[in-house]
């Protein structure tokens, strides 16, 4: 069965920081894993999708890494803003087409 | 384009009723999948449809259940609501079967449950 699992669950950065999310599977039998951002209140948005066969995938300031191998995915976030804080979930699409989530990371960028 | 519209954005039940939530997929999406999100269990998988047709289907009782139309827009029904049922629920939307592309997500339709 697969799990998903996200450290930390909360991170605070002054703003400008570089920072990295981490989020780690137990099945390296993923058809995919997706990032999304959810503000309070809100849906969810769709960050970055990475399919099996791929080891990375960016956009802008956002870079995600896969390596099925050790079971994890990274999410970079260049030149924080407070704009970006949000709470952060990865999801990883198992074996039978079920996305499974993580409990998220509260990320908080200050002024 | 628009993106996944949920409607209603908030209702408030009591227990022993039920509900009726509607989600409409982004223009030429057919799969439409649906969430629970709690702060203690988090975001859980309910069920995917495409082309009419349930295709997958979480750990959740027979008291929540779908349906999907031929312009694949999708209903969710909860029937005998209880206190648990209190949650966000997001719809999302997908070009693909299983969910094997990028997903869509609504804004969902936040339910309380007195």
């Known amino acids: 069965k697969q799990e998903v699992t996200q450290i930390p669950a909360a991170l605070s950065v002054p703003e400008g920081e570089n920072l990295v999310l981490n989020c780690s599977f137990t099945?390296?039998?993923?058809?995919?894993l997706q990032w999304f951002r959810q503000d309070p209140g809100k849906g969810l948005t769709s960050l970055l999708l990475?399919?099996?066969?791929?080891r990375e995938q960016t956009s802008g300031r956002l870079n995600a890494s896969l390596d099925k191998s050790s079971g994890r995915s990274t999410l970079y976030i260049a030149a924080s803003q407070p704009g970006d804080s949000a709470t952060y979930l990865c999801?990883?699409?198992?074996?039978?087409?079920?996305?499974?989530f993580g409990s998220g990371t509260r990320l908080l960028v200050r002024p | 384009k628009a993106g996944v519209t949920q409607t209603p954005r908030y209702l408030i039940k009591t227990r022993g009723q039920q509900v009726t939530l509607s989600c409409s997929p982004i223009s030429g999406h057919r799969s439409v999948s649906w969430y629970q999100q709690t702060p203690g269990q988090g975001l859980q998988f309910l069920f995917e449809?495409?082309?009419?047709?349930?295709?997958n289907k979480g750990n959740f009782p027979g008291r929540f259940s779908g349906r999907q139309f031929s312009n694949s827009r999708s209903e969710m029904n909860v029937s005998t609501l209880e206190l648990g049922d209190s949650a966000l629920y997001l719809c999302?939307?997908?070009?693909?079967?299983?969910?094997?592309?990028?997903?869509?997500f609504g804004e969902g339709s936040r339910l309380t449950v007195l």
């Open positions: 990475i399919q099996s066969s791929q």
């Open positions: 999801a990883g699409m198992d074996s039978s087409y079920k996305l499974i």
């Open positions: 999302a939307s997908s070009l693909t079967v299983g969910g094997t592309g990028e997903l869509f």
């Open positions: 449809y495409f082309s009419e047709t349930q295709r």
């Open positions: 099945d390296s039998a993923i058809y995919n």
